[in-house]
């Protein structure tokens, strides 16, 4: 049990909608980061977030955005949903400072299916 | 810019036999390496690290990896192949000049464990 907590587990939306992911963090944990992973294939860094404020972001258009809030969890939105992001998200935690002190933990993610 | 290679996206070993996985990577600075472990319909957990300390890392659950910079390689092994080993297996790279540790994950390998 990592700590880290993610919501829905499965989630089913049409072309268009907008969808927004949710992940609590493991306590003590200032960062989150979310990655995209597509069926067959590794995960794919979508952005970072520390201390509230975006800490990176990977190569991925504006339409997924997100959110780190008081309490450091976080939220994931994706507008105009496209068949393409149909994938498991998965949010990370971690202490800010990067990996060398500190392991990152993973949430179980969120199947989002796009019909 | 940095990228992985994972050899391989399945294996198939018996239960007892040796287990390895390959991982090369590319980067003109040796960066920090991962291996994670993906059981079905759960989030990564991770195996081991390798962050400049000893070249041989040993990591969860029999699990060792050995970093070698003239082959920019970091291969996951592990002697004997239990059947709670069968899932899918992740190298993953963060660079050393961006410590908040954003991974970049190579395709995965799914191991198949036969008795």
């Known amino acids: ?13 049409t072309r268009g909608q907008q969808v927004t992911l949710r992940c609590s963090s493991q306590s003590g ?17 979508i952005f970072q977030y ?22 450091y969890s976080s939220e994931l939105n994706v507008n105009a949903l496209e068949l393409d992001d149909s994938a498991l998200y998965l949010c990370a935690s971690s202490l800010g400072g990067g990996f060398m002190n500190t392991e990152a933990f993973f949430g179980q993610g969120t199947r989002l299916t796009v019909v | 810019a940095q ?60 699990f060792e990896a050995e970093f070698k910079k003239s082959e920019t390689s970091f291969h996951l092994t592990k002697p004997s192949a239990h059947m709670s080993d069968a899932a899918e297996y992740f190298c993953a790279v963060s660079s050393k000049t961006d410590s908040w540790g954003k991974l970049q994950f190579g395709a995965g390998t799914q191991v198949v464990v036969t008795p």
């Open chain 1, 50 to 71: 520390y201390r509230e404020e975006e800490n990176g972001r990977g190569n991925f258009p504006p339409r997924f955005s997100g959110l780190q809030f008081p309490n």
């Open chain 1, 1 to 13: 049990e990592t700590g880290v907590t993610q919501s829905p587990t499965h989630l089913i939306k």
């Open chain 1, 29 to 45: 944990h200032n960062t989150v980061s979310w990655y995209q992973q597509a069926l067959g294939q590794g995960p794919q860094f």
């Open chain 2, 3 to 62: 990228s992985v290679t994972q050899l391989g996206s399945h294996v198939s070993v018996s239960e007892g036999a040796l287990v390895l996985l390959r991982c090369n990577y590319s980067s003109s600075v040796p960066p920090y390496l991962f291996w994670y472990v993906q059981y079905p319909n759960q989030g990564l957990q991770l195996l081991l690290k390798y962050t400049s300390a000893a070249t041989l890392v040993k990591g969860i659950n029999g």
